[in-house]
Nanobody
Framework: VQLQASGGGLVQAGGSLRLSCAVS????????MGWFRQAPGKEREFVAA????????YYGDSVKGRFTISRDNTQNTVYLEMNSLKPEDTAVYYC??????????????????????WGQGTLVTVSS
């Protein structure tokens, strides 16, 4: 599985940005796609995840109500729509993928160590 993230850039606080993650390779219906972010000097943080089949979504507390994850199975692409951006959202954003059977999925998808496949990251900078 290969992942290619794009869409990062510079935006003012309160603005919006949409990230894309193009997925190639063999994706099984039990896969989930996640977005994580990492700011300088900080640990990688869970942002959102979505199951490939069924579109069940999960969000980190810091982005709930502002970010929306979605996927287009026909285009093999996962999106992260980011609204009401804050300076603290500044980070490199990574998309990730792996197989997550239903049992235990709700907590496993939030853990970076549970993902084997990662994209290269795209930088989001929010100015105040």
């Amino acid at each position: 599985v290969q992942l290619q993230a794009s869409g990062g850039g510079l935006v003012q606080a309160g603005g919006s940005l949409r990230l894309s993650c193009a997925v190639s390779g063999r994706i099984f219906s039990s896969y989930a796609m996640g977005w994580f972010r990492q700011a300088p000097g900080k640990e990688r943080e869970f942002v959102a995840a979505i199951t490939w089949s069924g579109g069940i979504t999960y969000y980190g507390d810091s982005v709930k109500g502002r970010f929306t994850i979605s996927r287009d199975n026909t285009q093999n692409t996962v999106y992260l729509e980011m609204n009401s951006l804050k300076p603290e959202d500044t980070a490199v954003y990574y998309c990730a993928a792996d197989n997550f059977p239903a049992y235990g999925r709700s907590w496993r998808v939030m853990k970076a160590v549970e993902y084997r496949y990662w994209g290269q990251g795209t930088l989001v900078t929010v100015s105040s």
